[in-house]
């Protein structure tokens, strides 16, 4: 699986979680898709770190 490809699952999981789930899962998923979108950009040398 591409980063790509994961980060296309995990936002397809997000639109399933309910609002009433627990928060956790909305972070864990939202943090996991983030940090796959920043590691494509730091692998094409366009991501600064904090």
């Known amino acids: 699986m591409t980063i ?3 980060i296309k699952v ?4 997000q639109r399933f979680v309910k609002p009433g789930d627990p928060p956790e899962e909305h972070t ?6 983030e940090a ?3 590691v ?5 040398g366009m991501y600064i770190g904090l």
Do not use: Q
């Open 36 to 38: 796959l979108k920043r």
């Open 28 to 33: 864990a998923i939202g943090l996991g898709t």
């Open 10 to 13: 995990l936002e397809d999981i």
């Open 4 to 6: 790509d490809e994961a």
């Open 40 to 44: 494509i950009l730091y692998r094409k």
